[in-house]
T-cell receptor, first 115, second 112 residues
Framework: DTEVTQTPKHLVMGMTNKKSLKCEQH?????MYWYKQKAKKPPELMFV???????INESVPSRFSPECPNSSLLNLHLHALQPEDSALYLC??????????????FGSGTQLSVL | QQQVKQSPQSLIVQKGGISIINCAYE??????FPWYQQFPGKGPALLIA?????SEKKEGRFTISFNKSAKQFSLHIMDSQPGDSATYFC???????????FGTGTRLTIIP
C-alpha cells in the first residue's frame, strides 16, 4: 500500500464552522506533512510531524490546528476560517523527515471552500 | 530562505517533441533536486530526482540535467505524449535540510 488517503475530498464551510481534515498512510512513514496549494501555485508547507511530534510550524495562523494521534494518522482542525483560506489542502508522508533524500508521497487533497 | 525560480510558466509542445523546463536555485548545503508531476485533481507525485554527484540522470523518456556551478537544473521530456500534460514542479532543499522549496510550476500541454 503506497497511498496517502485524505478525507473528505471536498469541503464547504462557513466562517464560524469547525471542521477537520483527515489523512492516513500505512507505509510505516514517520514524517507527515500538511501543505496548502492555491490554484496555479506550488504547494506551501504548513506543518511537519516527525515521529508524531510537531517539528515545523511555518507560522500558520492558529485557526489551523494540526494533530498527529499516531504514526499513521494526521488531522488538521479548522476553526473560524477566512475566505482566503480556500485552497487545496494536501497531506504528504515520507519515511523520515529530511529534504535531501526523502520521497514525498502526496494524497489527492481536500478542496476547501470557505464561504 | 531558499528561492527556486522555474521557467517557463506554461509550455505547449507537439506530440513527439521535446519538452524542456528549467529551474534555478539560490544556495543549498545539500544536493538533492527532485521533480514532481501533478495532474488536475491529484496531489504531486515524484517523477525523477538527481543527486549531483552526476550531471545527468535519465529514466525512460525523462532526463534531469544539472549544472552545479550555475545553480541550475532542467527537466527534458523526450518524445512528449498527451499523457504528459500536467503541471511540473522542481524543488530544492533549504539550508537546514528539513524541507523542500518548490518552484513556481510549469503547466505543460502536449498537442496532437
Amino acid at each position: 500500500d503506497t497511498e496517502v488517503t485524505q478525507t473528505p475530498k471536498h469541503l464547504v464551510m462557513g466562517m464560524t464552522n469547525k471542521k477537520s481534515l483527515k489523512c492516513e498512510q500505512h507505509m510505516g512513514h514517520r514524517a507527515m506533512y500538511w501543505y496548502k496549494q492555491k490554484a496555479k501555485k506550488p504547494p506551501e508547507l504548513m506543518f511537519v510531524y516527525s515521529y508524531e511530534k510537531l517539528s515545523i510550524n511555518e507560522s500558520v495562523p492558529s485557526r489551523f490546528s494540526p494533530e498527529c494521534p499516531n504514526s499513521s494518522l494526521l488531522n488538521l482542525h479548522l476553526h473560524a476560517l477566512q475566505p482566503e483560506d480556500s485552497a487545496l489542502y494536501l497531506c504528504a508522508s515520507s519515511l523520515v523527515q529530511g529534504a535531501t533524500n526523502e520521497k514525498l508521497f502526496f494524497g489527492s487533497g481536500t478542496q476547501l471552500s470557505v464561504l | 530562505q531558499q528561492q527556486v525560480k522555474q521557467s517557463p510558466q506554461s509550455l505547449i509542445v507537439q506530440k513527439g517533441g521535446i519538452s524542456i523546463i528549467n529551474c534555478a536555485y539560490e544556495n543549498t548545503a545539500f544536493d538533492y533536486f527532485p521533480w514532481y508531476q501533478q495532474f488536475p485533481g491529484k496531489g504531486p507525485a515524484l517523477l525523477i530526482a538527481i543527486r549531483p554527484d552526476v550531471s545527468e540522470k535519465k529514466e525512460g523518456r525523462f532526463t534531469i540535467s544539472f549544472n552545479k556551478s550555475a545553480k541550475q537544473f532542467s527537466l527534458h521530456i523526450m518524445d512528449s505524449q498527451p499523457g504528459d500534460s500536467a503541471t511540473y514542479f522542481c524543488a530544492a532543499p533549504g539550508f537546514g535540510n528539513e524541507k523542500l522549496t518548490f518552484g513556481t510550476g510549469t503547466r505543460l500541454t502536449i498537442i496532437p
